[in-house]
């Protein structure tokens, strides 16, 4: 029965039905997780709306958002890599045995280059996109805060400086702001000199040193690519493109991945003919893969890689901190709104200095069974335009004034953290301000643990 099915669908154009047959593409994509280069779309939650968010007695005075920049081009080596893939199109079906279904070799066949060194890591018009709606539901969550009324002196907006994110932070400007508004607010944005940028990591020495210029940290993630399981997969895409195994070297398989495969679709948000040479299975472990190789780099290994999050920590507890403080002053903030834009790395490691998530074995090269259920999943913690957002509610509790914390991580509400081990709306995750500085007393200026840049960076 499979056999005449898989006759029926790859017969020439008729390739109409091919759902039944894993080697034939449908139209939709067979899987969508990617690690970093992950489409938010396909992983981000829902912001509740301004009735649902929280209970009626609070409402928000302060909201601070990290944003990472939304998709974006491959730097200019990918053109070099997508050139010898437009090599490879021409040995398709040498061995005349070719398994992949016609419709999905002759895409392949007719590929061509999609991206030139001119648009080296740039942002995309669709990664454009992804900064205004963000903007958008932001402003519905919470339109006391981000809504036209607000005065442009109440924002502050900082950019690292690439062009993605100094091109993020403009999307997003500009789909919040209107008319003669967006004049006087760009005077609120700016943008950090990468020589001297606090959250650049190569800012800091003592992670220069044991992490980036580590010789054994991609150990684990070279076990991986030479190992059985890349070496399988190479096989199975030999067979599935017709050509001699020997041609696909566990480098070739990366080439398909990353700049066959992955890049183009962050491009597009299309299936890229590419990724047909992939089955379901294989993309599965390669997206584990490269949580292989992010894990020693960016999660919980290294002390160091999380600590130096500390002037980013410190910014925003502080921001929080300040904003209660003044609120119950003077019922005003000089600040109602903060927002950076800047990297994956800084949103992972501010994840795992805030603990948001947890602490265990991280992704090693020939553990993917044992770790389906990972903490540690870079599709969900960082794809395009991934962000952290903190808000601070003022509560009007009988006479008593409380203030409470929410997190949201890719528009998904962070219930319990070890910060927040007792919300006290658990659905809403609201968190008491007080517990909540006091969980995180080492990122509180003043405090006898506050933590030190320039020490951790020594
Ligand atoms: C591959 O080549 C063989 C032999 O020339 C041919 O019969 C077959 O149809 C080709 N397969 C595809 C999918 O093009
Ligand atoms: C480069 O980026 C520009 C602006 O986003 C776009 O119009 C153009 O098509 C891109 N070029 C390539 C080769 O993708
Ligand atoms: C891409 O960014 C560079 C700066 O890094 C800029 O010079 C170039 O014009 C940009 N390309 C496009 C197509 O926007
Ligand atoms: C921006 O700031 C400058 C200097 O403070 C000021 O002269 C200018 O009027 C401001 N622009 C707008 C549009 O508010
Ligand atoms: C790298 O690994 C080798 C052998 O496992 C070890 O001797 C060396 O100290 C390691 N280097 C670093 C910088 O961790």
């Known amino acids: 029965m499979r056999k005449v099915l898989l006759l029926v669908c790859c017969i020439s154009g008729l390739a109409l039905q091919c759902v039944n047959s894993r080697l034939c593409s449908t139209n939709s994509k067979p899987y969508d997780l990617f690690g970093t280069k992950t489409l938010y779309e396909n992983v981000a939650g829902d912001l509740p709306n301004q009735r649902a968010r929280a209970p009626k007695r609070c ?14 081009y491959p730097g200019n080596d990918a053109v070099i890599e997508l050139r010898k893939l437009k090599e490879l199109t021409k040995s398709i079906n040498v061995t005349g ?12 066949r007719n590929w061509k280059i999609w991206t030139d060194e001119y648009n080296d890591s740039n942002l995309t018009a669709y990664g454009a996109n992804e900064m205004r709606q963000l903007a958008l539901r932001l402003q519905q969550f919470l339109p006391e805060i981000l809504s036209a009324g607000t005065p442009a002196s109440k924002y502050r907006f900082t950019s690292t400086e690439s062009t993605r994110t100094i091109d993020s932070m403009e999307a997003f400007v500009e789909s919040l702001s ?34 980036d210029d580590n010789d054994n ?44 495969c992955y890049s183009e679709q962050w491009v597009t948000g299309k299936n890229a003919p590419w990724c047909n040479v992939f089955s379901k299975k294989d993309l599965k472990l390669m997206e584990y893969g490269s949580d292989v190789e992010d894990y020693p780099e ?5 002390p160091v890689t999380y600590q130096q999050n500390c002037f980013l920590s410190k910014e925003i507890v502080n921001m929080v901190k300040k904003a209660g ?60 335009a991934a962000n952290l957002v903190f808000v601070l509610y003022r509560c009007e509790i009988g006479k008593r004034t409380r203030y409470t914390v929410q997190v ?35 990122f509180v200026a003043g405090s006898p643990t506050e933590c030190n840049q320039e020490e951790i960076c020594a």
């Open 59 to 72: 409402s928000p005075i302060f909201v601070y958002g990290l944003i990472r920049h939304g998709a974006r």
């Open 97 to 108: 045995r070719a398994t992949l279904c016609k419709k999905d070799l002759e895409a392949i």
């Open 178 to 211: 209107q008319g003669s508004f967006r004049d006087e607010i760009k005077n609120f944005t700016e943008i950090v000199t990468e020589e001297i940028d606090p959250i650049n990591d190569e800012n800091c020495n003592r992670y220069v040193r044991e992490v």
């Open 217 to 260: 940290i991609t150990e684990e993630y070279d076990k991986f690519v030479e190992g059985p399981i890349v070496t399988q997969m190479s096989r199975g895409i030999a067979r599935r493109l017709g050509v001699p195994s020997s041609m696909i070297t566990n480098d070739v398989v990366n080439r398909l991945y990353d700049d066959g």
């Open 298 to 302: 960016r999660g919980y290994k290294f």
């Open 325 to 384: 403080d003044d609120d119950l002053r003077e019922k005003e903030q000089n600040v109602l709104a903060r927002f950076r834009f800047a990297h994956t790395s800084n949103i992972v490691t501010l994840a795992a200095n805030l603990n948001l998530y947890s602490d265990e074995p991280g992704p090693t090269a020939d553990a993917f069974y044992s770790q389906q259920n990972r903490a540690f999943r870079m599709s969900y913690f960082s794809p395009s």
């Open 408 to 442: 949201y991580w890719n528009e998904k509400l962070l219930k319990s953290y070890p910060a927040c081990p007792s919300a006290t709306h658990r659905a809403r995750g609201m968190c008491n301000l007080e517990t909540w500085l006091w969980q995180y007393r080492s």
